[in-house]
């Protein structure tokens, strides 16, 4: 594929500041682009390989910088406009070589399935289920009892949706995903042994949510764990029972949300992000990397474990960077007042006299 820059800005909707007929036959970072290729500048920390970078265009935003000698396309949102060029120039990613209902699949005769629904080798559907129309079930993935799954879904291998949770529409689930597994739920008795308490409650996952590749979703009790509409789950993660993840939050890998959390909207949970259980976190709070979360924040950025303020947590860090210096400017001190001290006292030893007797 080939494309004149007049023809990409049209495409895309940017606004292109440079030679119209120059064409684009690929896409690459900055660093490593070609007259041929378009790349973009998506964080300041770049502008350096931008000034040198070889790339036919550079996708921008309209406060960025334009070196001269260079083709540009600037958006407000030049990420997505690289992506459309990618999508564009690279060959479309087929779904599988599968199609339709493969045979060695097991599918219970009372399944509902809709139109144009692809179902890939040795999955496994037990009773009950309804699968709408456009979803593509890739191979080995196990789906229990009465579980629904809406349209235009994508399941790749090795997933496992248990029994009766609920799929939305537009719903991608990376490979080895769970779906319903058990809640970590025990009572002990008084001999000391763990009774498990059964989880009888469900796991929905609303519209256009994708979770992320070995990520397990816990059934509840007996409610419901939820996650709202356009929220992505990146890999690794563990989301306990009963909890209720808000609309269009983005939870990074490796985070563990406890059991009857849950979040408002527009929240970030950065990498190893720790959330006690029966806590609440308000829209558009951001939890950076490691954080641990203790208590419910209301709004605001917040770092570090417990979980700060990031202001907070940024002027504690400058202190704990001065540690050195404060160790040695105490230990100066207790030398120097030692000094005071020992002459002070034989100062006071010496100009001191016997009382008179009278």
Known sequence: ????????????????????????????????????????????????????????????????????????????????TFQAIVESLLPTRSRSGFHGIHPSAVIHEDTILGELVTIGPNVVIDRGVKIGSGTYIAPNVSIGFDVTIGSNCTIYPNCTIRERCILGHRVILQPGAVVGSCGFGYAQNSQGKHIKLEQLGVVILEDDVEIGANTTIDRSRFKTTIVRNGTKIDNLVQIAHNVEIGEHNVIAAQTGIAGSSKTGSNVMLGGQVGVVGHVTIGSKVLVATRGGVSKSLKSGKYRGSPAMPIYEYHRQEVHVRKLEEYVQRIKDLEEALSVQFSSASKKCKHGSKEPQNR
């Open 1 to 80: 594929m080939r494309y004149t820059l007049a023809e990409l800005s049209a495409l895309t909707g940017a606004e292109l500041v440079g030679d119209v007929g120059h064409v684009i036959t690929g896409v690459d970072t900055l660093d490593e682009a070609t007259s041929e290729d378009a790349s973009f500048l998506a964080n300041p920390r770049y502008l350096d390989a931008m000034k040198k970078s070889e790339a036919g265009v550079i996708c921008i935003g309209p406060s960025d910088p334009r070196p001269e000698g260079k083709n540009f396309l600037i958006s407000e949102h030049p990420t997505l």
